[in-house]
């Protein structure tokens, strides 16, 4: 079980990276950021798809345990999702953020993560 829980946020990551690094723009979209410049896609190319392949490499490492890293990598991915669901509720108490997509959606997928693979240390 550990296993399938490590490999299905690792798969998150993934997904997640992949489209960020081919559709910058439209990931963030729902967020209401519009990506007017070279700069900018290159900016959400690396904070989502290059920290998300990074992160789903980790985890896939984690989850073969190669050089017996599985807890430190899961742990720090686990304390990754858990800083991105602060850093929402942070936002949610400044600026009032309202509807439940995408604030409150990506939230719960960063928190159920998080939990997720801290129940399996």
């Known amino acids: 079980m550990p296993t399938t829980v490590i490999a299905v946020v690792a798969v998150f990551f993934l997904g997640m990276g992949l489209y960020g690094l081919a559709a910058p723009a439209a990931l963030i979209r729902p967020f209401g950021v ?3 410049s070279g700069e900018a896609r290159t900016e959400v190319r690396a ?3 290059g920290f998300g392949v990074a992160m ?3 985890l896939a490492a984690a989850a073969a345990d190669v050089h017996e890293i599985r807890q430190g990598a899961v742990l720090a991915v686990a304390l990754a999702l858990a800083g991105m669901a602060v850093g929402r509720l942070v936002g949610w108490v400044a600026d009032r953020s309202s ?3 995408p604030i409150w959606f ?3 997928v960063e928190t159920l993560g998080a939990g997720a693979l801290l129940a399996v240390l």
């Open 106 to 108: 990506y939230f719960w």
């Open 47 to 49: 904070v989502y798809g």
């Open 99 to 101: 509807g439940f997509y």
């Open 56 to 58: 789903a490499g980790l």
């Open 34 to 36: 519009v990506l007017s």
